[in-house]
């Protein structure tokens, strides 16, 4: 149960930042507009890249050679360090929602929706990256339940930000409760981050 928990927590802490995506579900909550459909494509896109990186880091785990293992875990600790890093030096967040214009038809929002999804390449640096990487090393049952707790993470997220965008939008637009939130990831990360170093040295 303890994987369920680091994958929702470690999905929460990598989804939980301002980007375009996020920003696009939260105007489509405000503008009442296919909301379900939004938030829906969202959360099955991450459940699909979240298990395509652990299952590509699971199956082609005999391609890791000690110094690939090697490699690839270094990549992960600049990657972590990058992301802490990109947390650290924000100073202050503007975050304009757009509540005005003309509703998009339906086929319009499915378009923006998948665009805003996988042509965002930290998506797939996130989940099949991210995820699969740091998955690679735990046995097929935890990676099952690391997956799964993470992808709850994104339901359970992307739901709550377009259904409350309304009463959300006025906090997200807060500098104190984003660096409130920016500190516990950053802590978190930082966490993971000395986990995966541990990894390197060993």
């Not at 050679?65 to 030096?89: C, D, S, V």
């Not at 923006?112 to 097929?140: A, C, E, M, R």
């Not at 690391?146 to 709850?152: D, K, L, N």
């Not at 930000?161 to 006025?170: C, R, V």
């Amino acid at each position: 149960m303890s994987f369920l928990v680091l994958g929702f927590i470690t999905g929460m802490s990598l989804i939980f930042a301002i980007g375009a995506q996020n920003i696009f579900v939260v105007e489509q909550g405000l503008k009442k507009n296919y909301i379900f459909i939004v938030c829906l494509i969202c959360a099955i896109s991450d459940f699909l890249l979240i298990f395509l990186g652990i299952f590509l880091f699971h199956y082609f785990d005999n391609f890791f050679t000690p110094l690939i293992e090697l490699i690839l875990n270094i990549l992960l600790l600049i990657f972590l360090l990058n992301f802490i890093w990109g947390k650290i030096k924000i100073k202050k967040n503007k975050i304009e929602f757009s509540k005005s214009g003309k509703n998009s038809s339906f086929f319009q929002v499915i378009y923006k929706t998948i665009g805003f999804t996988y042509f965002n390449p930290h998506v797939y640096s996130d989940t099949v990256f991210f995820l699969g990487n740091f998955s690679k090393d735990f046995l097929i049952q935890q990676k099952y339940l690391f997956g799964i707790g993470a992808s709850i993470s994104s339901i359970i997220f992307f739901f709550t930000l377009g259904y409350l965008s309304k009463y959300l939008s006025n906090y997200l637009k807060s500098d104190k409760i984003w660096k409130t939130i920016n500190l516990i990831i950053i802590l978190f990360m930082s966490c993971l981050a000395f986990y995966v170093l541990a990894n390197i040295l060993k």
